[in-house]
Structure formats: C-alpha cells, structure tokens
C-alpha cells in the first residue's frame, strides 16, 4: 500500500466519493389513506405525499399519490419532506427525475408474479392489473404486492427483524394479516396468497370473521375482535371506564379504547385483552411450528397494546411448545405505518436488479445471509 496522504497539519487526508443514488417509489394504500413515499436503498424516507383513498376509485387512488410524490400534479401539491425519523437527509429536490421503480403495497390477495388483484374487500381497483396502469402512467418497472407482505419484508430487512433470515410477521390491526421471510427471500406461496394468516380456524363455529367464515384468529384476536368481546361484556364491568371513553354508547367501543382503558389501569379492559392475547399465542403456536422462525414480529395498532396482549401471547406460544423446543422471541415493529410502503419500494428495487423472488440484494442492509 502506498504512503497515506497528510495535510500541512499531519492528518490523513479523507477522499470522498459520490455516486448517484437510485431512489424506488413506495405506495401503501388501505381503506382510509393512500400514502406514497421516495425510499433510498438503506430504507431511509426521502419525500412523502399522502390524501384519502377514494374507495371507489382504488388505482385513481394510488397514481394521485404518485403525482403528488413526483411532482407531475403541479407546484401545488408538492410535498415537503417530513421529520419522520427515518427520513434521510436527501434533499426534497431528490425526486425530480422520478423513482427508478414503483412498488403498491395493496390490502388484498395479490397474484404472484403477475401482480394482479385477485380479491380486495374494502376497495374498487377499477381494474385489476394495477401495475400496468401505473406502469403507463410513470414509464417504470412496477410491482404489486400484498399490504402484510410488504410490511414484513421491510422490518426483516429494515426493522425489528433484521440480521434475521427467518423472520415471521403479524399485522394487527381491524383484521390480522401476515408475511413470512424464509432464508432471506419473501415466500409469497403458489399463487402468491401465502401470509393470509389471520383466516386460520382455531375454532369451530366460533365469532363470525369478515371473510365469511367462523373461529378465524382474525374473529378471536384482532382489533375488531377485541371490541366486540368488550362490547359483549361490559354490562357486566360497570367499575370499567370503557363506557366513559366512548361516550356511554356501547357500539362506539373499539379494540383502540379498550387498549387505552387497560393502560390508564382499567381491569375489565386487561382481561379482555389477555383472552385475544391467549388466542394471539394459540395462532402463533402453529405457524411456530409450520414455520420454525427465528424471530415473531408484531406491526400494526394491536402492537400497541402491548404487554396486554403480547404477554399472554408468549405466555400461551410457551404452555403450547416451550417443552419442546426454545421459543422464538416476540418483538413489536418499529417502521410503525411506513413499513407496507418502505417494504414495497424495497421489493421494486429488486425488481430492477434481476431479484424477482425477493432475495437480498447485495449491499442492501438487512439479513445475514452471504453477509
């Protein structure tokens, strides 16, 4: 090696070297808000736009986000970079040559690899490839993917599942969804409907699940759910705050209030989220067992309710296989309501270099594998 450079002073003179930053374009739509979001290659927020979701109007919905993020809407509805705390430093004029890839975060079963929606409960698409109508619209490669598996990509690469190969993801929030990385690499399944987690039976002719069915985790241990056990019992907790919270009208009580009652001390509100807690570990115990993950993630509103429910869960997941095998822990998300976004800008930058199953990306942070 040759002699190290020094100034006048006798320091070692540092070069830096730049180089252009590719950033991939993130879009999370749910049934209330479309957000879309610039994303650099460590996961780190350049720029974000976000506005309603117009529920009939579902693609219209995300290529409005889109505008807005990349400046084809006008000066007036640009956005400003926010202070999320993961947003880079980069410059909100980062965005003005467009995003080098697209990636849709959709609540819905999306096919795989088509991208192509195959059932959404909550939104009119208008047409169900999505990816070919922005693709039109933004000239670039465009991918599709479920909401749940998006979000457990980016906290395996990004999150609280990194230097994780093996990481297993709930999201829970009005209903429960999934995502499950093995070895590095999203598993999407046969059709691409893997992760749909929250409609596994644990009950016969139990609570009726919005997907038709009876004694889905989704109807035992969800936000829903945990409204509706509250709302079944509180005439029996007149000592409980719940009726307070929620103006003394039964119906108005939710799986939010209740958490809210359990943290200000409320008993009633504690023990209804143990029950949706036990039911939590029960379903986990067997995707445990399908899944042998080294790490359980927990995203979504229902994380934060945390030791309420994540405590009865780990207590249950233990009685069920801790004498047979250790226990992976249980860990609550960190990219909070970005993840879904981050994750599917994170997936269409492996589009654009040749990953299409979702491998790691070398020099991409995240998982240990081949690091």
Known sequence: MGAVKRDLAGNPIRRFY?????????????????????????????????HPTDPEAGTASIVLALDQLIGRAG??????????????SASSSASSSGP?????????????????????????YGQTDVAEAVRRRFQVDVIVENDANAAAWAEQRYGAGRGSDDTLMLTIGTGIGGGVVVRGELFRGHLGFAGEFGHMTLV?????????????????????AIGRMA????????????????????SRITGALVSEAAHAGDEFAAEVLQRAGRWLGTGLATLVNAFDPSVIVIGGSGAAA???????????????LGRRRPIPPIVTAVLGNDAGAIGAASLARLRVAGHETGSPLSGEGGGSRGE
């Open 18 to 50: 730049t180089r252009r930053v590719m950033l991939t374009a993130g879009v999370d739509i749910g049934g209330t808000k479309v957000f879309a979001v610039l994303v650099d290659e460590d996961g780190s927020i350049c720029q974000r736009a976000s």
């Open 75 to 88: 000066p007036d509805d640009r956005p400003s970079t926010g202070s999320d705390p993961r947003s880079s």
């Open 100 to 124: 080098g890839a697209i990636g849709i975060a959709a609540a819905a079963y999306v096919a795989y690899p088509s991208g192509r929606i195959g059932f959404a409960p909550n939104l009119i």
């Open 204 to 224: 016969d002719g139990g609570p009726l699940c919005a997907c038709g069915e009876r004694g889905c985790l989704e109807a035992l241990a969800s936000g829903n």
């Open 231 to 250: 709302r079944e019992g509180i005439a029996g907790a007149p000592d409980s705050i719940l009726m307070e919270l929620a103006g003394d009208e039964p």
């Open 306 to 320: 945390g030791w309420f429910l994540l405590e009865p869960a780990r207590l249950e997941l233990d009685r069920r």
